[in-house]
């Protein structure tokens, strides 16, 4: 039996980023209540939410439901312990609050980051492995809501998602940065090109978000990524060919190589102290493949697919910007 959510009362916290602008908009098409939330509101003191405050948590008595979009999840953040600090203690208050108010729906947004790199298929069942802080932090995350979920009866729902990189229009993320580089003509092909990356598409992620408000009380885990996954170098050549681009790739920098610039950017950055656009995790990032597979979705259809995705975002962030 799938549950009635029509009457639920939503708070989206860290909703005035990428992610929550997107599912605000969906729930709103479809007349859903909700509230964002998000520490951006400092201006508004009846939206201003920050996890690491638990005293600003007070705002969420009343709801039923909290999606819990907010995270330190950049690539350069420093100190490092500002992913502890938000992605576990934070979520660690938003449980206590959840406690208190007696809500019993959360729905927290992970990340593949949890497997790491991997050349086959990474389903919710693969073995943890992550490489970096982030996933480290997320998947401590996790195993608190876990814990929330297990000392608490029945009626209570618990949703993990594990989305893949997202993209969308108005999202200036490493899809993006990619994409500007070839329309740029900057672009320089590392590697073979033959990895795979799984991505996901903001508005097929939201719609899904909101498809799980309905599944039944209980715990339920999901990876999610727009199929069919593309291959460095088919990625590549289908954006070239958005902008007439020749479609050859006539230059590529070996693997090794590659990571060597990553570290010579590295020590730059840390002898400077200033964040650098191209890092070895960066570089990494775009070496390894990291194929994900979702084992059930419940019956979800995505609205759009992968390669319509690319389209929408490119046409909306270049080839109708004025500014170009």
């Known amino acids: 039996m799938i549950n009635d959510f029509m009457n639920e009362k939503i708070a989206l916290v860290g909703g005035a980023g990428f992610i929550g602008k997107a599912i605000s908009s969906n729930l709103s098409k479809k007349e859903l ?5 998000d520490k951006k509101n400092i201006s508004n003191s009846d939206i201003y939410i920050d996890i690491e405050e638990p005293r600003s948590l007070e705002k969420l008595k009343g709801f039923t439901t909290i ?4 995270a330190e999840h950049k690539d350069d953040v ?9 992605n576990v203690i934070g979520s660690q208050n938003l449980i206590n609050a959840a406690e208190k108010f007696n809500i019993k729906n959360i729905i927290f947004l992970s990340s593949v980051a949890v497997y790491g790199f991997s050349e086959t298929e990474l389903n919710e069942e693969s073995k943890i492995n992550y490489f970096n802080e982030y996933g480290r932090t997320k998947y401590l995350a996790e195993k608190s809501y876990r814990t929330w979920f297990k000392n608490n009866d029945n009626s209570k729902k618990l949703i993990i998602i594990r989305p893949a990189v997202v993209f969308g229009e108005g999202n200036k993320g490493n899809v993006y940065n990619l994409i500007s580089q070839i329309q740029k003509k900057r672009f320089l092909m590392i590697g073979s090109g033959k990895n795979k990356k799984s991505m996901a598409y903001v508005e097929n992620l939201s719609e899904f978000i909101i498809h799980s408000l309905s599944f039944n009380d209980g715990y339920h885990l999901f990876n999610y990524a727009d199929k069919p996954d593309l291959s460095m170098n088919e990625l590549v050549l289908f954006i070239k060919e958005k902008f007439k681009l020749k479609p050859k790739i006539y230059i590529r920098l070996p693997r090794f190589f590659g990571m060597l610039v990553g570290y010579f950017f590295d020590l730059i950055s840390f002898c400077f102290r200033k964040n650098l656009p191209i890092s070895s995790i960066r570089i990494s990032k775009f070496l390894n493949s990291s194929i994900i597979n979702i084992k059930n979705n419940h019956d979800f259809i995505p609205p759009y697919s992968l390669k319509d995705a690319l389209n929408k975002t490119i046409k909306n962030d270049f080839l109708e910007r004025e500014d170009l």
Request: avoid cysteine; hydrophobic fraction near 40%.
């Open 78 to 86: 420093k100190p490092l312990s500002r992913y502890q600090d938000v």
């Open 67 to 70: 999606i819990n979009l907010a």
């Open 33 to 37: 209540e909700h509230t964002i939330f």
